[in-house]
């Protein structure tokens, strides 16, 4: 194995994507199964993560989700990827993963977006503007304070005292707020690789240590699809790319379909450039082929960590995915990462 490749931790997010004939329920139900099966392959992490309205998504309320994965689970850490701060106010965020730690400690972290709802009705309903969003290093700065007890007239209930680690979300423009908070940074995808190892670099040049982190800590997400051929490897990819396409020209995104029926549809010439160009860039293949671009990905970027992201139709083939890239890292002899 490759001595890059076994140094680095390996994480999940799953994003409880709903599939066709499969509803939103069993999506959340789905995630804490996978949580259960993650674990039992030594992954270090397990997130889940924050949509509002949309239609194939049903991941809402991270932090409740979190706590079911987490009362499923017993050793892997959970997460969200993440808590969207501006759409919510630091104390209760605080409050709410004080009370995470507490039932479940030394096993929590905090992941932290600065989205807010996607669209003018759900940021009505969440009652936020676009430019919310660019108060989020202040909302961290007060979110991170609740748990160091820095207001004199307000104490955070469980919160103060506990360590909950924070880790910054970032497409680029997180990564100084992440630098200048002195937080992990978790950042994707790998497919923007230039923009990627410039917001990495930039993190990297401004880190400031804090009480959370003593130095940069970068953790790189994006999906990684393993199967026993190229072409099996590259089907997985299938359903999320045709429901970004679908969702760019019909304003709509739609549960998971079956790859089958993928690839019988009648496509525009419009859906089908979209299609393919949501399956290009991914680190996906046998397993030879993505451990050479694991190996490279994380020199290029000097990743602590890889956070995978896939989402597919075929859960039995997505559990496969993870079982060969849990082969690929060696994650269950000895399980050294997970307790470093």
Request: net charge negative; charged share 25%; no cysteine.
């Amino acid at each position: 194995m490759s001595s890059v490749i076994a140094s680095t931790r390996f994480s999940v997010l799953d994003r409880s994507r709903t599939r066709e004939g499969r509803d939103a329920p069993q999506a959340l139900r789905d995630t804490v199964r996978l949580a259960r099966q993650v674990e039992e392959l030594g992954f270090h992490r397990f997130w889940v993560s924050e949509h509002h309205g949309v239609p194939g998504v049903a991941g809402s309320a991270p932090t409740v989700l979190a706590s079911a994965v987490a009362a499923a689970t017993s050793t892997i850490r959970v997460g969200t990827g993440g808590v969207m701060l501006p759409n919510h106010q630091p104390l209760v965020v605080a409050e709410q993963f004080g009370v995470l730690e507490s039932l479940f400690p030394g096993r929590i972290d905090m992941g932290l977006g600065r989205s807010v709802g996607f669209t003018d009705g759900v940021r009505r309903a969440l009652g936020r503007e676009k430019h919310d969003a660019e108060d989020f290093g202040q909302q961290l700065a007060e979110l991170l304070g609740w748990f160091e007890g820095t207001r004199p007239d307000v104490h955070a209930r469980p919160s103060e005292g506990l360590r909950v680690p924070p880790f910054v979300l970032a497409t680029g423009e997180g990564a100084a707020v992440a630098a200048a908070a002195g937080t992990p940074l978790v950042i994707g995808d790998l497919r923007g690789r230039e923009r990627l190892l410039g917001a990495i670099d930039r993190y990297r040049a401004g880190f400031r240590p804090s009480p959370w982190a003593a130095e940069p800590y970068v953790v790189v997400a994006g999906t990684v699809a393993v199967a026993e051929t190229e072409e099996e490897a590259r089907r997985l990819l299938e359903p999320e790319a045709w429901a970004m396409a679908h969702a760019r020209t019909r304003g709509t995104f739609p549960p998971l379909a079956p790859a089958e029926r993928i690839e019988a549809t009648a496509m525009t010439e419009k859906e089908r450039g979209l299609h393919e160009s949501g399956l290009r860039g991914h680190i996906h293949g046998t397993e030879d082929q993505v451990r050479d671009a694991l190996e490279k990905a994380i020199q290029d970027t000097g990743a602590d960590e890889v956070l995978v992201t896939t989402s597919t139709y075929d859960r039995a083939a997505l559990l496969d995915s993870f079982r060969r890239l849990a082969h690929i890292a060696d994650l269950t002899s000895g399980n050294a990462k997970a307790a470093a």
